[in-house]
């Protein structure tokens, strides 16, 4: 990237402002090949730039002003000096906090500490203001309650922006990881007619009311006259179609949003999330494990390596010693242990837990909880549950009781990836989804896949936003995705 040094016409915007001696440095035309603001840093003293940004704060001491300026590049805000007479008194009122504008001027050493340099400013163009006693954001400290409900400005805040960055770089992160292992992205249907998970929470697909006028009410339609000729959802995961297309491309991954209809208000769950789906053939539950190890520890250090201010502002602000834990965490081997041992490990626990503790049962979150957090300290792999309390498609042990499914569970969080390898036998799987009392015919072409050329496949999902409270330590869901849907909640 090169500094545009010489004085150029502004071209494009009408100006609200002007100070002597702009222009300085403009850009040619509005066009995003400009430094972004993490470049200025690097910028030489000396250099004539031009900073476009939003205002997070403007303080006036002695004709001077100082206006901390970001533009979502990095955490770190350009101070901009504004030297008495460069700006007239009118512009420097549109000055204020979340005010959108562009600084002209000149990069100079700072003598303030935190920061090499600064910029001195030798013009400005307001391209927005914002009415200082209207602007919601104005105060520091702002709860993230009351932040979801200005979701559309909360990026301008220091822990939205750092979230949407880490969120950004996980994902980068998370699609780097596979290209270099081979496997294919694929993309899955968002509008399916089968239940993957077999647990019934799902969201309906129909077309708006509005366009079919009275012939329709949503209870008495027939199925057969909808859109799609028959019920349709939002699917709860890509496994299945995944599925398919691993049993002919061997290695593949899903990254898509996912739906649960649960009407659960804790701050785990979404009904909108977006899940990390891996299927691979010719694999098995450990190959399964190590995939789901190698997977978490390689995200961790790419975001160790690529957000350094970000999660240091995190470890500083929202969750004390998370930068020792996650080096820690990318570097140690996880715990694995079965659901048989999980549950002995929780009676001998002398823990009195509010939900009870028995084989069968499923684990809870404060079982999981005390799991990771207290018994082991980081994360841990749990593998096979009781068949009765999983999915459909997970492959049955020699024991008739239990199935190869795995979890793993990441302190603070809990259960962070869920998965399984999948029934490959055909007259088991047949079996199975009638003891389940599941509708056969939805399946046929899932039952397909075990009648051609059937083979060993395991795979798992890991919950995007899960992933990014572990890494970020924010304590809400809600707080990690730029809009969240929960029950009552889809504004914006
Ligand atoms: O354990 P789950 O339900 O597994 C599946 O859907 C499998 N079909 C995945 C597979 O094997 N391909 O969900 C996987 C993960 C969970 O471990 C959790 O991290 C996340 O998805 N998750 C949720 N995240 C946010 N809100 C919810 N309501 C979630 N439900 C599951
Ligand atoms: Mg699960």
């Known amino acids: 990237m090169t500094f545009v040094a010489a004085a150029m016409p502004i071209l494009g915007l009408p100006r609200l402002g002007s100070g002597p001696g702009r222009p300085v440095n403009s850009a040619l035309t509005m066009d995003y090949r400009r430094e972004y603001l993490r470049e200025l840093f690097s910028a030489t003293p000396g250099t004539m730039v031009s900073a476009y940004g939003w205002v997070k704060t403007r303080r006036d001491s002695k004709g001077l002003s100082f206006?901390?300026?970001?533009?979502?590049?990095?955490?770190?805000?350009?101070?901009?000096?504004?030297n008495a007479g460069v700006v007239d008194e009118a512009t420097l009122k549109l000055i204020t906090t979340g005010a959108c504008v562009r600084f002209d001027g000149e990069i100079v050493a700072s003598p303030a500490q935190g920061q090499a340099v600064e910029l001195v400013a030798k013009g400005v163009e307001v391209f927005g203001a914002a009415d200082p006693l209207a602007y919601p954001l104005q105060k520091k400290g702002a709860t993230f309650e009351f932040l979801r409900e200005i979701a559309h400005l909360r990026a301008r805040g220091n822990t939205f922006g750092a979230v949407l960055r880490v969120r950004n770089e996980a994902s980068w992160a998370i699609h780097k990881f596979f290209h270099e292992r081979g496997f294919l992205h694929l993309h899955t249907p968002i509008i399916t007619a089968s239940d993957c998970e077999g647990a019934g929470a799902m969201f309906a697909v129909t077309p708006s009311l509005k366009t079919h006028g009275d012939r329709y009410a949503l209870d008495t339609?027939?199925?057969?006259?909808?859109?799609?000729?028959?019920?349709?959802?939002?699917?709860?995961?890509?496994?299945?179609?995944?599925?398919?297309?691993?049993?002919?491309?061997?290695?593949?991954?899903?990254?898509?949003?996912?739906?649960?209809?649960?009407?659960?208000?804790?701050?785990?769950?979404?009904?909108?999330?977006?899940?990390?789906?891996?299927?691979?053939?010719?694999?098995?539950?450990?190959?399964?494990?190590?995939?789901?190890?190698?997977?978490?520890?390689?995200?961790?250090?790419?975001?160790?390596?690529?957000?350094?201010?970000?999660?240091?502002?995190?470890?500083?602000?929202?969750?004390p010693e998370l930068l020792a834990t996650l080096s820690h965490v990318a570097?140690?081997?996880?715990?694995?242990?079965?659901?048989?041992?999980?549950?002995?490990?929780?009676?001998?626990?002398?823990?009195?837990?509010?939900?009870?503790?028995?084989?069968?049962?499923?684990?809870?979150?404060?079982?999981?909880?005390?799991?990771?957090?207290?018994?082991?300290?980081?994360?841990?792999?749990?593998?096979?549950?009781?068949?009765?309390?999983?999915?459909?498609?997970?492959?049955?042990?020699?024991?008739?009781?239990?199935?190869?499914?795995?979890?793993?569970?990441?302190?603070?969080?809990?259960?962070?990836?869920?998965?399984?390898?999948?029934?490959?036998?055909?007259?088991?799987?047949?079996?199975?989804?009638?003891?389940?009392?599941?509708?056969?015919?939805?399946?046929?072409?899932?039952?397909?896949?075990?009648?051609?050329?059937?083979?060993?496949?395991?795979?798992?999902?890991?919950?995007?936003?899960?992933?990014?409270?572990?890494?970020?330590?924010?304590?809400?869901?809600?707080?990690?995705?730029?809009?969240?849907?929960?029950?009552?909640?889809?504004?914006?």
């Open 221 to 319: 339609t027939d199925p057969k006259e909808d859109f799609f000729g028959k019920p349709a959802f939002l699917t709860v995961s890509g496994q299945l179609e995944a599925e398919t297309v691993a049993l002919a491309m061997t290695n593949v991954y899903t990254f898509g949003p996912t739906f649960r209809a649960e009407n659960s208000h804790s701050s785990r769950h979404l009904a909108e999330f977006w899940m990390v789906e891996p299927e691979m053939a010719f694999c098995d539950i450990v190959g399964n494990m190590n995939l789901a190890e190698e997977f978490l520890k390689a995200i961790l250090q790419h975001l160790l390596d690529h957000c350094a201010a970000d999660l240091e502002f995190f470890n500083k602000r929202i969750e």
């Open 331 to 492: 570097e140690s081997p996880f715990e694995r242990i079965s659901y048989t041992e999980a549950v002995d490990m929780l009676l001998a626990s002398g823990e009195s837990f509010e939900f009870p503790v028995f084989w069968g049962a499923d684990l809870q979150s404060e079982h999981e909880r005390w799991l990771t957090d207290t018994k082991i300290g980081r994360p841990v792999i749990v593998t096979d549950y009781p068949k009765a309390i999983k999915a459909f498609y997970m492959r049955q042990n020699e024991d008739g009781k239990t199935v190869r499914a795995m979890d793993v569970l990441a302190p603070r969080i809990g259960e962070i990836i869920g998965g399984s390898q999948r029934e490959e036998r055909l007259d088991v799987l047949e079996r199975r989804i009638a003891d389940m009392g599941l509708p056969r015919e939805a399946y046929w072409w899932y039952l397909d896949l075990r009648r051609y050329g059937s083979a060993p496949h395991a795979g798992f999902g890991l919950g995007f936003e899960r992933l990014l409270m572990y890494v970020t330590g924010m304590k809400n869901i809600r707080d990690v995705i730029p809009y969240h849907r929960a029950p009552g909640q889809a504004d914006f």
């Open 67 to 82: 206006v901390q300026l970001n533009d979502g590049s990095c955490f770190q805000d350009l101070q901009v000096v504004v």
